[in-house]
Antibody, heavy 118, light 107 residues
């Protein structure tokens, strides 16, 4: 069974940085792209970014709204994906989900809440 | 970016009703469309991919159709467990984008 567990969320001041982690189990982590999706309170889903597998050079893509402030990375030896967020804004307040990305997002973690507020 | 537009945004229905949700893409996405179900406080769950393929374990009352720019999600006989919010998502190219969601409420 695929399991994805996010951690690292919390309350952070505007302008600060935060790194989220996603621990994976139940599948060969290194073979799959991993995406992050966020959901602001009471709002819809917004894709944030993806990191491809080693076979595709661990290349990344980002949403326009976060490009330049966000970095997705991974440690295949630990089966962990990361989302580094810099220069956080109040509008980054959201639940952040990591997902296994087959194009369709077939497995999701439970999410971790990030609140950006002074 | 490809825009995904869902309608209606809210739908009131009764148990046993046939329910249809529409998703339109701003340009052709072939069949690269997925549907998700989300319940309050929970992560989304994949229901359908490639427009009409049912994900493993998803009840057969759910079905998807369409290609190009217009797609539908149909629930043939609404069950109590189906009251939730539904999202479409294209995955033809990055950035992937989601529709705004359709909340299915109890009538």
């Amino acid at each position: 069974e695929v399991q994805l567990v996010e951690s690292g969320g919390g309350l952070v001041q505007p302008g600060r940085s935060l790194r989220l982690s996603c621990s994976a189990a139940g599948f060969t982590f290194g073979d799959f792209p991993m995406s992050w999706v966020r959901q602001s309170p009471g709002k819809g889903l917004e894709w944030v970014g993806v990191i491809r597998s080693k076979a595709y050079g661990w290349t990344t893509e980002y949403a326009t709204s976060v490009r330049g402030r966000v970095t997705v990375s991974r440690d295949d030896s630990k089966s962990i994906a990361y989302l580094q967020m810099n220069s956080l804004k109040t509008e980054d307040t959201a639940v952040y989900y990591c997902t296994r990305d087959l194009g369709r997002l077939d497995s999701w973690g439970q999410g971790t809440l990030v609140i950006v507020s002074s | 970016d490809i825009q995904m537009t869902q309608s209606p945004s809210t739908l009131s229905a009764s148990v046993g009703d046939r329910v249809t949700i529409t998703c339109r893409a701003s340009q052709s996405i072939s069949s690269w469309l997925a549907w998700y179900q989300q319940k309050p406080g929970k992560a989304p769950k994949l229901l359908i991919y490639k427009a009409s393929s049912l994900d493993s374990g998803v009840p057969s009352r759910f079905s998807g159709s369409g290609s190009g720019t217009e797609f539908t999600l149909t629930i043939s006989s609404l069950q109590p467990d189906d009251f939730a919010t539904y999202y479409c998502q294209h995955y033809t190219t990055f950035p992937v984008t989601f529709g705004g969601g359709t909340k299915v409420e109890i009538k």
